[in-house]
Protein backbone atom coordinates (compact mmCIF):
# COMPACT_ATOMS: atom_id res chain seq x y z
CA UNK A 1 0.00 0.00 0.00
CA UNK A 2 3.04 2.15 0.97
CA UNK A 3 4.30 1.42 -2.77
CA UNK A 4 1.09 2.48 -4.48
CA UNK A 5 1.09 5.80 -2.65
CA UNK A 6 4.63 7.03 -3.42
CA UNK A 7 3.66 5.78 -6.88
CA UNK A 8 0.83 8.45 -6.47
CA UNK A 9 2.90 11.17 -5.20
CA UNK A 10 5.99 11.04 -8.12
CA UNK A 11 3.25 10.77 -10.84
CA UNK A 12 1.56 14.27 -9.88
CA UNK A 13 4.60 15.89 -9.45
CA UNK A 14 5.53 15.29 -12.83
CA UNK A 15 2.22 16.02 -13.97
CA UNK A 16 2.51 19.52 -11.80
CA UNK A 17 6.22 20.10 -13.64
CA UNK A 18 4.70 19.35 -16.79
CA UNK A 19 1.63 21.58 -16.44
CA UNK A 20 4.15 24.72 -16.03
CA UNK A 21 6.35 24.09 -18.63
CA UNK A 22 4.19 23.24 -21.42
CA UNK A 23 2.61 26.68 -20.15
CA UNK A 24 5.18 28.67 -20.81
CA UNK A 25 5.76 26.72 -24.39
CA UNK A 26 2.56 27.74 -25.31
CA UNK A 27 2.89 31.27 -24.13
CA UNK A 28 6.01 31.49 -26.24
CA UNK A 29 4.37 30.10 -29.37
CA UNK A 30 2.10 32.30 -29.04
CA UNK A 31 3.93 35.72 -28.37
CA UNK A 32 5.80 34.18 -32.02
CA UNK A 33 3.14 33.82 -33.88
CA UNK A 34 0.96 36.99 -32.85
CA UNK A 35 -0.21 38.89 -35.84
CA UNK A 36 0.85 42.39 -34.43
CA UNK A 37 4.32 41.02 -34.88
CA UNK A 38 3.59 40.06 -38.48
CA UNK A 39 2.33 43.25 -39.37
CA UNK A 40 5.06 45.63 -37.68
CA UNK A 41 7.53 43.62 -39.42
CA UNK A 42 6.06 43.85 -42.76
CA UNK A 43 5.59 48.08 -42.25
CA UNK A 44 9.25 48.23 -42.51
CA UNK A 45 10.92 48.82 -46.13
CA UNK A 46 13.96 45.97 -47.11
CA UNK A 47 17.13 47.54 -46.85
CA UNK A 48 15.96 50.51 -44.45
CA UNK A 49 18.09 50.47 -41.58
CA UNK A 50 16.61 50.58 -38.09
CA UNK A 51 17.48 52.51 -34.91
CA UNK A 52 19.69 50.93 -32.94
CA UNK A 53 18.52 49.90 -29.39
CA UNK A 54 20.11 51.80 -27.58
CA UNK A 55 19.54 55.38 -29.36
CA UNK A 56 18.17 58.31 -27.18
CA UNK A 57 17.26 62.33 -27.81
CA UNK A 58 15.68 63.32 -30.67
CA UNK A 59 15.23 61.17 -33.90
CA UNK A 60 16.50 63.10 -36.92
CA UNK A 61 13.64 62.88 -39.32
CA UNK A 62 16.62 63.19 -42.91
CA UNK A 63 18.03 59.91 -41.54
CA UNK A 64 14.73 58.22 -41.54
CA UNK A 65 13.51 55.86 -44.75
CA UNK A 66 11.19 57.22 -46.83
CA UNK A 67 8.37 54.96 -45.63
CA UNK A 68 9.19 56.15 -42.28
CA UNK A 69 9.77 59.77 -42.58
CA UNK A 70 7.39 61.67 -40.10
CA UNK A 71 5.01 64.14 -41.95
CA UNK A 72 4.86 67.35 -41.72
CA UNK A 73 1.21 68.84 -41.08
CA UNK A 74 1.51 72.73 -42.05
CA UNK A 75 -1.50 75.40 -43.29
CA UNK A 76 -1.77 75.82 -46.86
CA UNK A 77 -3.67 79.57 -45.92
CA UNK A 78 -3.95 81.45 -42.98
CA UNK A 79 -6.75 81.12 -41.26
CA UNK A 80 -9.87 83.63 -40.73
CA UNK A 81 -12.06 84.15 -37.95
CA UNK A 82 -16.00 84.63 -38.32
CA UNK A 83 -15.23 88.21 -38.52
CA UNK A 84 -13.38 87.65 -41.73
CA UNK A 85 -10.13 88.89 -40.18
CA UNK A 86 -7.02 86.67 -40.04
CA UNK A 87 -5.74 85.15 -37.19
CA UNK A 88 -2.20 84.39 -36.41
CA UNK A 89 0.17 83.50 -38.56
CA UNK A 90 2.30 81.32 -36.02
CA UNK A 91 2.51 78.52 -37.54
CA UNK A 92 2.14 75.50 -35.34
CA UNK A 93 5.17 72.68 -34.05
CA UNK A 94 5.43 70.01 -36.89
CA UNK A 95 3.94 66.37 -35.41
CA UNK A 96 6.45 63.82 -36.08
CA UNK A 97 5.02 60.08 -36.40
CA UNK A 98 7.29 57.11 -35.62
CA UNK A 99 6.28 53.64 -36.11
CA UNK A 100 7.81 51.60 -33.39
CA UNK A 101 10.59 48.66 -34.29
CA UNK A 102 9.60 45.21 -34.66
CA UNK A 103 10.60 42.73 -31.88
CA UNK A 104 13.59 40.37 -31.91
CA UNK A 105 12.56 36.79 -31.03
CA UNK A 106 15.61 35.48 -29.52
CA UNK A 107 17.08 31.66 -30.60
CA UNK A 108 16.39 28.74 -29.04
CA UNK A 109 19.36 27.96 -27.23
CA UNK A 110 20.63 24.05 -26.30
CA UNK A 111 19.24 24.39 -22.66
CA UNK A 112 15.93 25.09 -23.91
CA UNK A 113 15.90 22.69 -26.56
CA UNK A 114 16.83 20.34 -23.80
CA UNK A 115 14.43 21.29 -21.17
CA UNK A 116 11.46 21.40 -24.19
CA UNK A 117 12.52 17.46 -24.78
CA UNK A 118 12.64 16.31 -21.37
CA UNK A 119 8.85 17.93 -20.92
CA UNK A 120 7.90 15.92 -23.90
CA UNK A 121 9.52 12.75 -22.09
CA UNK A 122 7.89 13.60 -18.80
CA UNK A 123 4.45 14.27 -20.47
CA UNK A 124 4.99 10.62 -22.23
CA UNK A 125 6.06 9.14 -19.40
CA UNK A 126 3.42 10.19 -17.19
CA UNK A 127 0.52 9.56 -19.65
CA UNK A 128 1.74 5.82 -19.44
CA UNK A 129 2.19 5.77 -15.62
CA UNK A 130 -1.49 6.83 -14.62
CA UNK A 131 -2.59 4.51 -17.53
CA UNK A 132 -0.17 1.74 -15.70
CA UNK A 133 -2.32 2.46 -12.43
CA UNK A 134 -5.65 2.37 -13.93
CA UNK A 135 -5.01 -1.19 -15.17
CA UNK A 136 -3.77 -1.94 -11.67
CA UNK A 137 -6.76 -0.84 -10.03
CA UNK A 138 -8.95 -2.80 -12.62
CA UNK A 139 -7.04 -5.67 -11.84
CA UNK A 140 -7.64 -5.54 -8.05
CA UNK A 141 -11.16 -4.76 -8.66
CA UNK A 142 -11.63 -7.75 -11.04
CA UNK A 143 -9.90 -10.50 -8.25
CA UNK A 144 -11.57 -8.44 -5.82
CA UNK A 145 -15.18 -9.83 -7.47
CA UNK A 146 -13.23 -13.09 -8.08
CA UNK A 147 -12.92 -13.29 -4.41
CA UNK A 148 -16.29 -12.47 -3.47
CA UNK A 149 -18.11 -15.23 -6.01
CA UNK A 150 -15.63 -17.59 -4.63
CA UNK A 151 -16.61 -16.87 -1.17
CA UNK A 152 -20.00 -17.01 -1.81
CA UNK A 153 -19.89 -20.38 -3.84
CA UNK A 154 -17.85 -21.82 -0.75
CA UNK A 155 -20.70 -19.82 1.50
CA UNK A 156 -23.23 -22.20 -0.47
CA UNK A 157 -21.10 -25.29 -0.82
CA UNK A 158 -21.22 -25.33 3.18
CA UNK A 159 -25.18 -24.59 3.66
CA UNK A 160 -25.48 -27.53 1.63
CA UNK A 161 -23.07 -29.69 3.78
CA UNK A 162 -24.98 -28.64 6.90
CA UNK A 163 -27.95 -29.02 5.11
CA UNK A 164 -26.96 -32.79 4.85
CA UNK A 165 -25.37 -33.48 7.79
CA UNK A 166 -28.73 -32.34 9.59
CA UNK A 167 -30.59 -34.96 7.16
CA UNK A 168 -27.98 -37.78 8.32
CA UNK A 169 -27.73 -37.09 11.79
CA UNK A 170 -32.25 -37.21 11.39
CA UNK A 171 -31.35 -40.85 9.63
CA UNK A 172 -29.39 -41.56 12.07
CA UNK A 173 -30.92 -40.59 15.08
CA UNK A 174 -33.46 -43.13 17.07
CA UNK A 175 -37.06 -43.33 16.57
CA UNK A 176 -39.03 -44.10 19.30
CA UNK A 177 -42.70 -45.37 18.88
CA UNK A 178 -45.52 -46.71 20.77
CA UNK A 179 -47.60 -49.75 20.29
CA UNK A 180 -49.83 -51.85 22.62
CA UNK A 181 -49.11 -55.42 23.11
CA UNK A 182 -51.08 -57.70 25.22
CA UNK A 183 -49.42 -58.78 28.50
CA UNK A 184 -48.81 -63.04 29.01
CA UNK A 185 -49.60 -63.74 32.35
CA UNK A 186 -52.52 -61.94 32.79
CA UNK A 187 -55.96 -61.89 31.19
CA UNK A 188 -57.61 -58.83 29.70
CA UNK A 189 -54.28 -56.81 30.74
CA UNK A 190 -52.39 -54.21 27.96
CA UNK A 191 -48.90 -53.31 27.88
CA UNK A 192 -47.97 -49.89 26.00
CA UNK A 193 -44.13 -50.55 24.80
CA UNK A 194 -42.04 -47.60 23.64
CA UNK A 195 -39.55 -49.03 21.27
CA UNK A 196 -36.48 -47.48 19.43
CA UNK A 197 -37.47 -48.19 15.44
CA UNK A 198 -34.07 -46.07 14.76
CA UNK A 199 -30.47 -46.50 14.20
CA UNK A 200 -28.59 -44.76 17.25
CA UNK A 201 -28.91 -45.32 20.89
CA UNK A 202 -32.11 -43.09 22.66
CA UNK A 203 -32.24 -42.51 26.17
CA UNK A 204 -35.68 -41.66 27.53
CA UNK A 205 -35.48 -38.82 30.18
CA UNK A 206 -39.20 -38.42 30.90
CA UNK A 207 -42.41 -40.28 31.15
CA UNK A 208 -46.27 -39.00 31.11
CA UNK A 209 -49.48 -40.56 31.35
CA UNK A 210 -52.97 -39.95 31.97
CA UNK A 211 -56.05 -41.41 32.53
CA UNK A 212 -59.61 -39.72 31.17
CA UNK A 213 -63.29 -40.24 30.93
CA UNK A 214 -65.10 -38.78 28.13
CA UNK A 215 -68.19 -39.62 25.80
CA UNK A 216 -65.49 -40.16 22.19
CA UNK A 217 -62.43 -38.97 21.43
CA UNK A 218 -64.05 -35.53 19.79
CA UNK A 219 -65.00 -34.46 23.42
CA UNK A 220 -61.17 -34.55 24.35
CA UNK A 221 -59.04 -31.53 25.34
CA UNK A 222 -57.61 -30.01 21.52
CA UNK A 223 -54.21 -30.66 22.84
CA UNK A 224 -52.95 -33.22 25.81
CA UNK A 225 -53.78 -32.02 29.09
CA UNK A 226 -50.95 -33.27 31.61
CA UNK A 227 -51.89 -31.51 35.09
CA UNK A 228 -51.96 -33.58 37.79
CA UNK A 229 -50.19 -36.00 35.91
CA UNK A 230 -46.75 -37.70 37.89
CA UNK A 231 -43.77 -39.27 36.19
CA UNK A 232 -43.12 -42.94 36.63
CA UNK A 233 -40.72 -42.82 39.78
CA UNK A 234 -37.25 -44.05 37.87
CA UNK A 235 -33.77 -44.32 39.59
CA UNK A 236 -32.29 -43.77 36.58
CA UNK A 237 -33.27 -42.73 32.80
CA UNK A 238 -33.87 -45.41 30.50
CA UNK A 239 -31.62 -46.59 27.57
CA UNK A 240 -33.09 -47.94 24.45
CA UNK A 241 -30.65 -49.73 21.61
CA UNK A 242 -31.94 -50.10 18.49
CA UNK A 243 -35.01 -52.24 18.21
CA UNK A 244 -34.85 -52.49 21.69
CA UNK A 245 -38.44 -52.08 23.72
CA UNK A 246 -39.53 -51.15 27.40
CA UNK A 247 -42.99 -51.08 28.79
CA UNK A 248 -44.10 -47.66 29.78
CA UNK A 249 -47.71 -48.03 31.00
CA UNK A 250 -50.09 -51.30 31.82
CA UNK A 251 -53.98 -50.98 31.98
CA UNK A 252 -56.29 -53.89 32.96
CA UNK A 253 -59.84 -54.75 33.25
CA UNK A 254 -59.15 -54.28 37.01
CA UNK A 255 -58.06 -50.39 36.59
CA UNK A 256 -61.24 -49.75 35.42
CA UNK A 257 -62.81 -49.12 38.94
CA UNK A 258 -59.91 -47.01 40.54
CA UNK A 259 -60.45 -44.67 37.45
CA UNK A 260 -64.36 -44.65 38.04
CA UNK A 261 -65.01 -42.30 40.82
CA UNK A 262 -68.48 -43.66 41.49
CA UNK A 263 -70.60 -46.52 40.57
CA UNK A 264 -72.93 -44.26 38.43
CA UNK A 265 -69.29 -43.81 36.28
CA UNK A 266 -68.73 -47.38 36.15
CA UNK A 267 -71.99 -48.00 34.74
CA UNK A 268 -71.76 -45.43 32.08
CA UNK A 269 -68.37 -46.92 31.40
CA UNK A 270 -70.40 -51.21 31.06
CA UNK A 271 -73.13 -49.48 29.37
CA UNK A 272 -70.68 -47.58 26.81
CA UNK A 273 -72.01 -44.58 27.18
CA UNK A 274 -68.81 -43.13 28.43
CA UNK A 275 -65.37 -44.24 27.79
CA UNK A 276 -61.68 -44.54 28.77
CA UNK A 277 -58.89 -43.02 27.32
CA UNK A 278 -55.28 -43.47 28.09
CA UNK A 279 -52.95 -41.02 26.60
CA UNK A 280 -49.25 -39.85 27.03
CA UNK A 281 -45.68 -38.17 26.17
CA UNK A 282 -42.40 -39.67 26.49
CA UNK A 283 -39.37 -37.70 26.31
CA UNK A 284 -36.00 -38.42 25.08
CA UNK A 285 -32.47 -38.01 23.38
CA UNK A 286 -29.59 -38.44 21.56
CA UNK A 287 -26.79 -40.03 23.19
CA UNK A 288 -24.38 -37.69 21.43
CA UNK A 289 -26.71 -35.00 20.99
CA UNK A 290 -25.41 -32.08 23.42
CA UNK A 291 -27.42 -31.39 26.20
CA UNK A 292 -28.52 -27.81 25.01
CA UNK A 293 -30.36 -29.04 22.12
CA UNK A 294 -34.12 -29.66 22.64
CA UNK A 295 -35.24 -33.28 23.34
CA UNK A 296 -37.81 -35.46 20.91
CA UNK A 297 -41.19 -35.92 21.98
CA UNK A 298 -43.65 -39.24 21.03
CA UNK A 299 -47.41 -38.78 22.00
CA UNK A 300 -49.45 -41.58 22.26
CA UNK A 301 -53.49 -41.94 22.81
CA UNK A 302 -55.46 -44.76 23.52
CA UNK A 303 -59.37 -46.31 23.54
CA UNK A 304 -59.88 -48.86 26.33
CA UNK A 305 -62.79 -51.13 25.18
CA UNK A 306 -64.54 -52.43 28.10
CA UNK A 307 -66.52 -56.05 26.80
CA UNK A 308 -68.97 -57.67 29.18
CA UNK A 309 -65.93 -60.63 29.42
CA UNK A 310 -62.77 -59.35 26.87
CA UNK A 311 -61.42 -56.17 26.90
CA UNK A 312 -59.19 -54.29 24.00
CA UNK A 313 -56.80 -51.31 23.70
CA UNK A 314 -56.97 -49.27 20.42
CA UNK A 315 -55.52 -46.10 18.68
CA UNK A 316 -57.39 -43.01 19.07
CA UNK A 317 -57.44 -39.52 19.51
CA UNK A 318 -56.89 -36.59 17.28
CA UNK A 319 -53.11 -36.18 15.24
CA UNK A 320 -52.43 -33.69 18.67
CA UNK A 321 -52.16 -36.72 20.75
CA UNK A 322 -50.26 -38.94 18.19
CA UNK A 323 -47.23 -36.91 17.10
CA UNK A 324 -43.38 -37.41 17.15
CA UNK A 325 -40.64 -34.51 17.26
Given at each position: ?246 AIKTFSRDDV ?69
Amino acid sequence: MVRITEFIDVNCYISLIMSRRFAVLIALIAFATSPAIVLAQDAVTPGASRTPAGATGTTNASTLPAARKPVLQTPSSPATNPAGEPQSTASEPPQIIVNPPAPVVQPWTWREQVAWGADIVLAVLGYAGIMLFLRFLKRIERNTESGATTAQAALDTAQAALEQTRALIQLERPWIVIRVEPSLTKENSFRVMATNRGRAPGKIVGLLDRVQLAVDETNLPATPEYEGAKSPARPEPIILLPSESVAIKTFSRDDVRSVCKTPEEFEKVELWEKNIFVYGRVTYRDMVSPTEEPAHTSDWCYWYIHGDKKSALTIAGTPEYNKHT
